[in-house]
């Protein structure tokens, strides 16, 4: 069974940084990209960034473009987001996602692209 599992969602001030893990298990991490989508209370999701299955190729939508970095450690099944310079904007819940096949990089937040998603975790920027 799939699991993954957000983490490191935090309280910050504006300009701060926070980095947000996902702990995957019960799949083969390294043959598939990944993905982190968030989404505000009341508003659908918005996809942030995709990650290719080896880690050497990244994309991120124009939100956090300049501002987030998506990264993995396969050997760890870990996905990673490192956000900087948040704004309050930024506060909504963070969800990483698995594409429904591997191999590819999802560049979109439609729930059919993926067959599993993290519970979430929550990143709260105000002063």
């Known amino acids: 069974q799939v699991q993954l599992v957000e983490s490191g969602g935090n309280l910050v001030q504006p300009g701060g940084s926070l980095r947000l893990s996902c702990a995957a298990d019960?799949?083969?991490?390294?043959?598939?990209?990944m993905s982190w989508v968030r989404q505000a209370p009341g508003k659908g999701h918005e996809w942030v960034a995709a990650?290719?299955?080896?880690?050497?190729?990244?994309a991120y939508g124009d939100s956090v473009k300049g501002r987030c970095t998506i990264s993995r450690v396969n050997d760890k099944t870990t996905l990673y987001l490192q956000m900087n310079s948040l704004k309050p904007d930024d506060t909504v819940v963070y969800y990483c996602?698995?594409?429904?096949?591997?191999?590819?990089?999802?560049?979109?937040?439609?729930?059919?692209?993926?067959?599993?998603w993290g519970q979430g975790t929550q990143v709260t920027v105000s002063s």
């Open positions: 996602a698995k594409p429904v096949s591997k191999g590819i990089m999802v560049y979109d937040s439609a729930r059919s692209a993926y067959d599993h």
């Open positions: 019960g799949l083969t991490f390294s043959s598939y990209g």
């Open positions: 990650i290719n299955a080896n880690g050497d190729r990244t």
